[in-house]
């Protein structure tokens, strides 16, 4: 992780709307039934948010939590203050917490966390820096705006289609308010040992690699070679069935992979960098999601 600067929270402490076409936190991106995705309102949510995240990452899924962690049940780091966070609400699920009795509180069952690079070019650049050298990718792309996504995560009961739409609509929609041309983001295979994962890293090294433009490598102390098998020797539906829904959803949807993985022994993962520039996004998700809004879960 870069530096150990602290900001002041990017949320405000009331519901906002709309100002100069900006989207603001508070402002709802589309509602399904219960379901609605919008940007969280204040630190309370984003403390729900955290405590999503430490259920699905440390409790269910093989994290190791550490200090502060262990101690408050929440995923939190230095990040979180800078970021927005993506929510999806369940608004009949009221959240469990002692509030007012005449407060209603849906309760958060997914979140993204988003990174604009204006908002990590003033401290501690992308979190994603801390496992891929982005420097060079960035600087061959002067002209165009990254948008870092990461800490994805579902509730089990929701890991449905809808919600999975829901967060790619919430997440272009804020790509279109803040005109960002590129995501990016860390994205994890559960493992760390990487000879078990040789079929579908060496699969996305095959078929997904990102070509030279848009490539980035993993740091040399942690770089982990992907290409452990011959293309020709691969079982593509095989690794298509051992990657995890999230990066094979990126693929379909144009991403590339950056060059190398780097295993996580935190969070019990081996990672890859996911580089989706938005024009490259089929168009068949535009079509699926119509106009101004459209594109789920965990890195």
């Given at each position: 992780m870069q530096g150990t600067n602290i900001f002041r929270p990017s949320w405000p402490v009331h519901p906002l709307r709309w100002r100069n076409g900006a989207v603001l936190p508070g402002t709802s991106f589309a509602r399904l039934n219960s379901l609605e995705v919008r940007l969280a309102r204040n630190p309370l949510e984003v403390?729900?948010?955290?405590?999503?995240?430490?259920?699905?990452?440390?409790?269910?899924?093989?994290?190791v939590p550490r200090g502060a962690a262990r101690l408050g049940k929440r995923d939190a780091d230095l990040f979180d203050s800078v970021c927005d966070h993506l929510l999806v609400l369940d608004h009949e699920a009221e959240d469990k917490r002692k509030l007012a009795r005449w407060r209603r509180n849906p309760q958060i069952v997914g979140t993204y966390r988003l990174l604009r690079q204006d908002v990590a070019e003033l401290g501690s650049g992308f979190y994603s820096q801390g496992e891929f050298d982005l420097a060079p990718l960035v600087a061959r792309h002067r002209q165009h705006?990254?948008?870092?996504?990461?800490?994805?995560?579902?509730?089990?009961?929701?890991?449905?289609?809808?919600?999975?739409?829901?967060?790619?609509?919430?997440?272009?929609?804020?790509?279109?308010?803040?005109?960002?041309?590129?995501?990016?983001?860390?994205?994890?295979?559960?493992?760390?040992?990487?000879?078990e994962l040789a079929l579908p890293l060496s699969f996305l090294h095959h078929h997904a690699r990102a070509p030279m433009p848009w490539r980035a490598r993993a740091h040399p102390s942690r770089y982990v070679e992907m290409n452990m098998?011959?293309?020709?020797?691969?079982?593509?539906?095989?690794?298509?069935?051992?990657?995890?829904?999230?990066?094979?959803?990126?693929?379909?949807?144009?991403?590339y992979i950056g060059d190398g993985a780097v295993v996580d022994h935190q969070f019990g993962t081996t990672d890859v960098?996911?580089?989706?520039?938005?024009?490259?996004?089929?168009?068949r998700y535009a079509a699926h999601f119509g106009p101004g809004d459209e594109l789920a879960a965990a890195s």
């Open positions: 403390r729900q948010a955290q405590k999503l995240r430490y259920h699905v990452f440390y409790e269910e899924m093989s994290a705006r990254f948008l870092e996504l990461g800490r994805s995560c579902v509730l089990k009961p929701y890991r449905t289609k809808r919600t999975l739409e829901l967060l790619w609509q919430g997440i272009m929609s804020y790509v279109r308010q803040h005109d960002l041309t590129v995501m990016i983001g860390c994205a994890s295979l559960a493992g760390t040992d990487p000879r098998m011959e293309k020709e020797d691969i079982d593509t539906r095989a690794a298509l069935r051992a990657l995890p829904p999230l990066i094979k959803g990126y693929i379909r949807a144009g991403a960098l996911i580089v989706l520039p938005v024009a490259a996004i089929e168009k």
